[in-house]
């Protein structure tokens, strides 16, 4: 019985110290070729930690069903430190930390997976501790982004007529 909540703890500890992505949001859209933030969360744990290092990738699903990123990354946007942060006020947000990245403009159009790897060191210890989370975006490019906003404000004017 002790194993059992050993093990949990163990566990619990581990999934407490996990990056996860706070932003952009899953389906957001974002342009090839331009720039946008990335926030990386990190929850607030009792166990001591030490972070590493963090990678951020962008790999094309295409028609098929998104990669996992434990197998694949794709597209390195940043590899670096990891050092997140308390907002202020600092009950707003968990400590975070966030990248300014640029979507490559030859990137395909469509939907992407944004994959991170986080390295951390955790314990009396230090052990390490590699995890992976990710979200799913939609690729577009500057046309096709200004033509979707050139028939919503056509369909506004329209919607706007009737009265």
Do not use: W
Not at 9 to 24: D, F, L, N, R, T
Not at 27 to 55: D, H, K, W, Y
Not at 86 to 115: C, E, I, K, M
Not at 117 to 131: E, K, R, V, Y
């Amino acid at each position: 019985m002790k194993f059992y909540a050993s093990l949990l703890a163990i566990v619990s500890a581990v999934v407490a110290q996990s990056a996860q992505i706070g932003a952009p949001q899953a389906g957001s859209s974002v342009v090839a070729g331009s720039n946008f933030t990335v926030m990386i969360e990190r929850p607030n744990s009792l166990s001591s930690s030490q972070e590493v290092s963090i990678v951020i990738g962008l790999v094309p699903c295409g028609e098929t069903e998104c990669p996992d990123p434990k197998s694949e990354l794709g597209e390195i946007l940043y590899q670096g430190p990891f050092n997140p942060q308390y907002a202020t006020p600092p009950d707003s947000l968990p400590p975070h930390q966030n990248y300014s990245l640029q979507v490559p403009a030859s990137f395909a159009v469509g939907r992407a997976t944004l994959a991170v790897a986080h390295l951390s060191l955790i314990g009396a210890i230090m052990s390490p501790n590699l995890d992976f989370s990710n979200t799913t975006l939609t690729i577009t490019n500057a046309s096709s982004d200004t033509n979707v906003s050139a028939r919503t404000i056509r369909s506004m004017r329209i919607l706007g007529n009737r009265t």
